[in-house]
């Protein structure tokens, strides 16, 4: 063999072992990254009742409105009172909406979760919740109290001979200026 055949095929070799080191001594590559539709949020189960076509439980997407959900329900009855319903109001999952007949006035009360519903007022006391003789569920059904709270206000009423106005809401523990002004006009010491 001739010289240039030789250094032919050392550069041939060369060129194949350089080849070699850089594949072992490159970085490994990994799998690319797949990505995922984003998901789309869990629709909110609404119960409608009340002066509405279709009274019933609906699914509806998050984000959806009160006047979303009667319009599920096929709608109000010409007998709504829709004036009591604040139809622009957000929907959360697992409300209860009740839309009050002409004559029936209705407000805003905490379901079990905190989240807001819409029924007829209590009928104690001409509506008024009597934070002197209430029970732990006539207590819970005033917006912003739930069972500790409404266990405040009872352990307040007990060691304080009863509440003497309704201002003295504010000196229970969890119980502000905020509050107050949410039940102030729902409450009574009579």
């Given at each position: 063999?001739?010289s240039w ?7 041939f070799?060369?060129l ?5 080191i850089?594949l ?7 799998r ?6 984003a ?6 189960s609404?119960h ?5 076509l279709?009274?019933?439980?609906y699914q509806?997407?998050q ?8 319009i ?5 009855l ?6 009591e ?10 409300e209860k909406i009740?839309?009050?007949f002409?004559g029936e ?7 079990k979760?905190n989240?807001?519903?819409f ?5 104690e ?5 009597n934070l002197?003789?209430a ?5 819970q059904?005033l917006?912003?109290i739930?069972e ?9 009423r ?10 003295e ?5 969890g119980?502000g200026p905020?509050i107050?002004?949410?039940l ?5 010491v009579?």
């Open positions: 063999m001739k055949q030789h250094t032919l095929i050392g550069v070799f060369g194949i072992l350089s080849g070699a850089l072992i001594a490159s970085p490994p590559r990994g690319p990254v797949e990505l995922l539709p998901p789309s949020p869990a629709p909110v609404i409608v009742s009340g002066a509405v279709n009274p019933g439980v509806l997407p984000g959806s409105r009160v006047e979303d959900a009667v599920a329900a096929g709608g109000a010409d007998e709504a009172n829709l004036q319903v604040n139809l622009a109001a957000r929907l959360k999952d697992g009740s839309v009050p002409a006035s209705a407000q805003i009360i905490p379901s979760d989240s807001f519903v029924d007829e007022a209590p009928a006391s001409g509506g008024l919740v002197n003789t029970s732990l569920e006539e207590l059904s917006p912003g739930g500790t709270r409404a266990k405040a206000i009872i352990t307040y007990e060691n304080n001979a009863g509440f003497k106005s309704i201002e809401i504010q000196k229970v523990p119980i905020v107050y002004e949410r102030k006009d729902l409450i009574t009579e």
